[in-house]
C-alpha cells in the first residue's frame, strides 16, 4: 500500500509571497487532513476533509490559508500572503474513513521556511 | 489550542530500560487517546491508542496506562532499544469532531 504523498519536501521563501503544498493521500480514503506541526510542538490540525467537502476548518487563518481537494482525491493546501510565523512542517495526513476507527495516516511533510 | 500537556519534553534511557512519558488533558469529551511516534522527516505513525473504558492496554513492549479520574495516560516502552529513539506523541480526540489534539512531543533517546 503505497503511503501518503507530498510535496514539495522543502520550500524557502520571503514574506508577502505566495506558495502551495499538494498531497495525494493513500488511495480510497475518504478524509484528507492538513496539519501544521511548528518547530518542537506536536501538530495543529488546520483543515479536514470528507470526499470533496470540508468537515472542519475552524482552525485555518482563512485570511491568508486556502484548501482544496479536488474530486475527492488530491488536495492542495495554499498560503498566500506568507508571514515568517508560518514556518512550519505541513502535513497531510489521510484516513479510511471520518472518525475513531479510522487511522491517520501522516505523510512526510512539507518543511516550510519564511525568511 | 493546547488540552494535552505532555511530559517530560526529553529523556534519555539505557538500552533495555523502561521509558516513561506522561500525559494530561482536561477535556473531558475526550474518548479516544493514541500515541504517536515520529522519526525525524517522518510523518507521526500510530503506535497504539485507548479507549477510556479500559486501564491499560498492552501490544509488545509498549503499554499504555490510563486513569480516568485523573485524567492522565501514560505510555511506557519496555526493554527500550536504540531503534525507539524518536520523538513520541500522545494525543486525544472526542467522537463528535475527529479533530485530534497532540501534545507537545517527547524526544526519547536510547542509549547502546
Known amino acids: 500500500e503505497a503511503g501518503v504523498a507530498q510535496s514539495p519536501r522543502y520550500k524557502i521563501i520571503e514574506k508577502r509571497q505566495s506558495v502551495a503544498f499538494w498531497c495525494n493521500p493513500i488511495?480510497?480514503?475518504?478524509?484528507l487532513y492538513w496539519y501544521q506541526q511548528i518547530l518542537g510542538q506536536g501538530p495543529k490540525l488546520l483543515i479536514q476533509?470528507?470526499?470533496?467537502?470540508?468537515?472542519?476548518d475552524s482552525q485555518l487563518p482563512k485570511d491568508r490559508f486556502s484548501a482544496e481537494r479536488l474530486k475527492g482525491v488530491d488536495s492542495t493546501l495554499k498560503i498566500q500572503p506568507a508571514k515568517l510565523e508560518d514556518s512550519a512542517v505541513y502535513l497531510c495526513?489521510?484516513?479510511?474513513?471520518?472518525?475513531?476507527?479510522?487511522?491517520?495516516?501522516f505523510g512526510n511533510g512539507t518543511r516550510l521556511t519564511v525568511t | 489550542q493546547q488540552q494535552v500537556k505532555q511530559s517530560p519534553q526529553s529523556l534519555i534511557v539505557q538500552k533495555g530500560g523502561i521509558s516513561i512519558i506522561n500525559c494530561a488533558y482536561e477535556?473531558?469529551?475526550?474518548?479516544?487517546f493514541p500515541w504517536y511516534q515520529q522519526f525525524p522527516g517522518k510523518g507521526p505513525a500510530l503506535l497504539i491508542a485507548?479507549?477510556?473504558?479500559?486501564s491499560e492496554k498492552k501490544e509488545g513492549r509498549f503499554t499504555i496506562s490510563f486513569n480516568k479520574s485523573a485524567k492522565q495516560f501514560s505510555l511506557h516502552i519496555m526493554d527500550s532499544q536504540p531503534g525507539d529513539s524518536a520523538t513520541y506523541f500522545c494525543?486525544?480526540?472526542?467522537?463528535?469532531?475527529?479533530?485530534?489534539?497532540f501534545g507537545a512531543g517527547t524526544r526519547l533517546t536510547v542509549k547502546p
Open positions: 476533509f470528507q470526499n470533496n467537502g470540508v468537515v472542519d
Open positions: 485507548i479507549r477510556p473504558d479500559v
Open positions: 494525543a486525544a480526540t472526542s467522537s463528535d469532531n475527529n479533530d485530534m489534539r
Open positions: 488511495s480510497g480514503h475518504a478524509t
Open positions: 495526513a489521510s484516513s479510511l474513513d471520518w472518525g475513531q476507527d479510522s487511522p491517520l495516516h
Open positions: 477535556n473531558t469529551a475526550f474518548d479516544y
